[in-house]
């Protein structure tokens, strides 16, 4: 670990109000050179306001930016040695490519050779050079993001800002670009802030996700912990696709055995949770949901070593997408999701044998809806 | 679409529709010779009297054409004909126009431009009162600011002088400059502005270097609108200046209203139509931009 003061980007208490709209509360973050940061969270959680605060596009209203080690917190966006990347791509319209790229070098004051060789390098990068100098209306959406993260690029910033870069792309695209963009990361060893509302984007790009809700970071981590571990069921709702099952239950201590009731058509289902790791004990009959992944519930065996129920489920809804089936189930009065195998026959109606894998739940506090 | 429909439809029904169709056409058409009738016929009555003799104007009828067609009226419109005790004709008075409308245009469409750039993209503090104000302002009717404007000029010693009727007319242009480019410039995107700024670029390097080039459909219609405002305008022209400064529509005025005698009605509509040709001029020049300005759609990045 590196000491505090390497960090490339680090936030400290930051509040953004707009008049009496409290949008960011009490932001902490820290993030080190060539970290993948993705900030991700549902429309209006404040991603953007907090990435305008880092560009030094907004002002906040309480706390500090640090930017290499150096107080930013007041400083001219110019000054930040940051470029961003806008999902409108917000590129000038009465410009040519070429001139998109350079303006920023131009307005800063360099010279016609650097502009070009800088222009050159980065053009050949994005694969971009057959466009210079056409104007940003003739090019299609791919063209333009690849054009706006060039504006970015010849930069060479401390830190990069992608602000949903590629949300006004269709789908094939979006992947393709989002492969792009890991790779430019890893060749050029770029440390980058990037906001989606696209858990999967967020997932697939990351080395670290903050996971946002309602103006404060929910969760902080590498991908597959936050996938994991969720804080919350906020987080744990959030991230994953299908979503995860919320199972409300009740936790039963017999001796040493710790369990957890499910009521499941009239009846009550004892589920084992010994191996779960209560942090700080549980109390019997504490109130508690149970949150299960998807791919945890499935026809197939999981391996005898782990915790495991089965269940006689009445599927309610079947998606195939080739590599599995996409299983809706009656649970009780409301519904789980599964993953089945292609292979299986399963019709609507008929009771299909269903074994959950309870060895990677998570428990949540009925009441905070913290994990437990 | 419309041909599919046509020619699946019974004969019969087609070729009635067709019929009230052309009738419709026609109608149309008729209404339209009729407005253009209406609006060219005082220009041509003006022409043509214009070109007449005293004699024939007193003799024929208003609408009949000239017998010998004279730019002897002209002339004397444009060199001679006397403006009160004057008597140069309108050309002194015609230049003085130009000499106040050119910077007070230009002076006006810029400073709209600047205002309207940074209310719709430098949200300042006040800026929607400031706005809003300036909304007001083009609603006060001129004579209400005649004595205020009056004892200003006088205190900033412009007085009577075409500097002075420069200074009204930007102004008064402005609430109506600033309006005009704000409204098209709140639909280029924030996101522009941000981009620019992260590329280092200030305050004036955004106006000049990416609005500006944005903007020659809003500036035609701004353009236009003023020339049209300040040439036409008599009562700050009449109020404001003095002999020697006079801008051509006083002296128009004064040509018409001085005339001793027999009243020399070809040299009048000479002098009106000298007085109303830059206008006349500047739409059918730019009046394509001018539609196309109005209805201009968003700036796309
Ligand atoms: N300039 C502003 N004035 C008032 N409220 C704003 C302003 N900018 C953003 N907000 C509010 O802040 C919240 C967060 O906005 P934003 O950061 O754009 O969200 P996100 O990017 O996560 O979708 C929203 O509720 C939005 O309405
Ligand atoms: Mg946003």
């Known amino acids: 670990m590196a000491a505090q003061n390497d960090a490339v980007l680090k936030i400290e208490g930051l509040t953004k109000s707009f008049q009496n709209v409290h949008v960011l509360m009490n932001i902490d973050l820290a993030i080190e050179e060539g970290a993948f940061l993705v900030l991700v969270g549902p429309s209006g959680c404040g991603k953007s306001t907090l990435l305008n605060c880092v560009a030094g596009l907004e002002a906040p209203t309480s706390g500090r930016i640090l930017i290499g080690g150096r107080d930013m917190t007041d400083a001219a966006p110019k000054d930040r040695d940051i470029a961003m990347v806008f999902q409108s791509y917000a590129l000038y319209p009465n410009m040519s490519v070429a001139r998109n790229i350079t303006f920023g070098m131009k307005v800063r004051g360099a010279t016609r050779a650097e502009q070009r060789s800088a222009l050159e390098k980065v053009a050949h990068m994005l694969k971009i050079d057959h466009l210079l100098n056409r104007r940003p209306a003739h090019l299609s959406g791919g063209q333009r993001q690849r054009v706006a993260m060039g504006r970015a690029l010849v930069r060479q910033p401390k830190l990069f800002l992608f602000d949903e870069p590629l949300s006004n792309l269709d789908a094939k695209l979006r992947v393709e670009m989002r492969a792009e963009i890991k790779r430019l990361h890893r060749a050029l060893g770029a440390t980058i802030v990037y906001v989606t509302h696209d858990q999967t984007e967020a997932m697939s790009l990351a080395t670290e996700v903050a996971v946002m809700e309602g103006g404060v970071i929910a969760q902080l981590g590498p991908p597959q912990q936050v996938y994991d571990y969720p804080v919350n069921t906020f987080v744990a709702g959030f991230i994953g696709s299908p979503a995860m099952n919320f199972i409300n239950g009740r936790i039963s201590k017999d001796g040493g055995a710790i369990r957890i009731q499910v009521s499941f058509d009239g009846a009550t289902r004892e589920l084992p949770a010994d191996h779960y790791p209560f942090g700080g004990g549980i109390e019997d009959g504490a109130e508690v949901i149970l949150g299960i992944r998807p791919e945890y519930v499935s026809g197939s065996d999981p391996s005898a070593d782990r915790p495991n129920v089965a269940l006689d489920l009445v599927p309610t809804l079947v998606e195939t997408n080739g590599f599995d089936q996409h299983v809706n189930l009656a649970f009780g009065d409301s519904e789980i999701s599964g993953r089945f195998s292609p292979r299986e026959q399963i019709k609507l109606g008929t009771p299909v044998r269903t074994r959950i894998d309870l060895s990677q739940i998570s428990v949540f506090d009925r009441e905070t809806r913290q994990r437990l | ?301």
């Open chain 2, 1 to 301: 679409m419309t041909d599919a429909t046509l020619t699946s439809a019974p004969a019969g029904r087609a070729t009635r529709r067709g019929i009230v169709r052309v009738a419709l056409r026609g109608l149309l058409y008729l209404l339209l010779a009729l407005f253009v009738a209406y609006y060219i016929l005082p220009l041509f009555v003006m022409a043509v009297t214009s070109l007449k003799s005293l004699d024939e104007i007193r003799a024929g009828s208003l609408m009949s054409l000239p017998d010998s067609a004279s730019l002897v009226s002209w002339a004397t419109a444009w060199s001679s004909a006397c403006a009160g005790i004057q008597c140069e004709g309108l050309q002194p008075f015609f230049w003085n126009s130009v000499k106040m409308v050119v910077p007070a245009v230009f002076l006006s469409t810029f400073l709209g431009a600047v205002n309207g750039y940074a209310l719709s993209h430098w949200r300042f503090r006040g800026a929607n009162l400031i706005f809003a104000l300036m909304l007001f302002g083009c609603f006060i009717p001129f004579q209400v600011v005649l004595l205020p404007m009056a004892r200003t000029l006088g205190l900033l010693g412009l007085a009577g002088s075409l500097g002075g009727l420069v200074l009204v007319h930007v102004v008064y242009g402005l609430g109506f400059t600033t309006l005009f480019f704000r409204n098209y410039y709140v639909t280029i995107p924030v996101e522009l502005v941000k981009a620019a700024k992260i590329d280092g670029a200030g305050f004036f390097t955004i106006f000049f270097r990416i609005f500006l080039p944005l903007s020659p459909p809003i500036i035609v219609v701004t353009v236009i609108w003023q020339f049209t405002q300040i040439w036409n305008d008599f009562l700050f022209g009449v109020s404001f200046s003095q002999a020697g400064t006079q801008p051509v529509t006083v002296a128009l005025n004064n040509i018409v209203n001085s005339t001793t005698g027999v009243k020399e009605y070809n040299v009048d509509m000479a002098a009106a139509i000298i007085a109303g040709l830059p206008t006349l001029i500047v739409y059918v020049l730019a009046g394509k931009y001018f539609i196309r300005g109005l209805t201009a759609g968003s700036v796309k990045g």
